[in-house]
C-alpha cells in the first residue's frame, strides 16, 4: 500500500493491458473490442480478451464459445479458445439464461477471480472489453492494475458523447493514458446507391476528441455485415471485406503509439 492506495498489480503472463471502454451501453464497444483484439493477432500478436461486463457478458456470444472452462493444475481457469483467441467471461460461469443479480461484494469476488484467477498463455496483450458506465468494476480494475492505455468507443451522438467524457475524465484521475477515440456507426452508406447516411449524427466523436486534444484511431461505418457476424460468432476481421480495414487501422494505430 501507498498513502492508503493499493500497489497496481500485473496480470502474470500478460504484457500489456488494454481497456476498451465507453461511457454509455449500447455503442457496440464488444464488438470494437473482439474486432480489434483479432486485428491485433493478424498483425502477429499474441492476444486475449477479459469479458468484464458481469451483468451482460456479450464476448461468448461474439467468438461462438460456451461451455465451463476447464482448471489447471495451478487451480486456476483456463481460457477457451476460438480463431487462436484466448478469452475468458463470466458468461462462461454461468448459464445464458441466467441474470447475475449479486451484491457489490460478489460482483468484486467474481471480478477479482476473472482478473487474477486465469491461467493465460503468454500474452502480447489482454484486451479487457469493460462494462458501460463509471462504477466499481471500472474504478478496481482502474486502481488495481497496471494498464498500458484505454481506447474510448462512442457513436457521433451527443447522448453517448456525454458519458464518453465521463469515463474518459475517470482514466485521467486514475493516470491510465487514453489512446484515442473510435468513432462507431459514424455513418450508414446505403448498399444499393451508396448514399452515405449519418444516422447518429456527423462526426461528432471526431469534434469531441479534437475538442479534448485526443486522436481518432478510427471511424466505422454502421454495417449489416458487422451485426451479421457479430451475431454468427465470427469477427467481421476474419473475412477478407474492405470493412475489416476499419479495426485494422485501429490496431495498427495503437500499436504505433506504444511500440514506437
Not at 462507431?184 to 452515405?196: A, G, I, K
Amino acid at each position: 500500500m501507498s498513502k492508503g492506495l493499493p500497489i497496481k498489480q500485473k496480470i502474470p503472463n500478460v504484457n500489456r493491458i488494454l481497456l476498451v471502454s465507453s461511457g454509455k451501453g449500447g455503442v457496440g464497444k464488444s464488438t470494437v473490442s473482439i474486432n480489434f483484439a483479432m486485428s491485433l493477432k493478424k498483425l502477429g500478436k499474441k492476444v486475449g480478451i477479459l469479458d468484464a461486463d458481469l451483468f451482460g457478458p456479450s464476448i461468448p456470444k461474439l467468438l461462438n464459445l460456451n461451455g465451463e472452462p476447464r482448471i489447471s493444475d495451478n487451480g486456476k481457469l483456463i481460457p477457451l479458445s476460438n480463431y487462436g483467441l484466448e478469452s475468458m467471461s463470466m458468461g462462461y460461469l454461468i448459464a445464458p439464461e441466467n441474470p447475475v443479480v449479486w451484491r457489490g461484494l460478489m460482483v468484486m469476488k467474481a471480478l477479482q477471480q476473472l482478473l487474477y484467477e486465469v491461467e493465460w498463455s503468454k500474452l502480447d496483450y489482454l484486451i479487457i472489453d469493460m462494462p458501460p458506465g463509471t462504477g466499481d468494476t471500472q474504478l478496481t480494475i482502474s486502481q488495481q492494475l497496471k494498464v498500458d492505455g484505454a481506447v474510448i468507443v462512442s457513436t457521433p451522438q451527443d447522448i453517448a458523447l456525454i458519458d464518453a467524457v465521463k469515463g474518459i475524465s475517470m482514466f485521467q484521475k486514475v493516470n491510465i493514458p487514453i489512446l484515442g477515440m473510435v468513432q462507431n456507426m459514424s455513418y450508414f452508406l446505403c448498399p444499393n446507391c451508396n448514399h452515405e447516411s449519418h444516422i447518429f449524427g456527423n462526426e461528432g466523436a471526431i469534434k469531441k476528441a479534437k475538442e479534448l486534444n485526443l486522436d481518432v484511431l478510427a471511424s466505422i461505418p454502421l454495417n449489416e455485415q458487422i451485426c451479421e457476424s457479430a451475431d454468427n460468432g465470427k469477427p467481421i476481421v476474419l473475412q477478407d471485406t474492405p470493412i475489416s480495414d476499419n479495426y485494422l487501422q485501429l490496431a495498427q494505430a495503437v500499436l504505433n503509439k506504444l511500440e514506437k
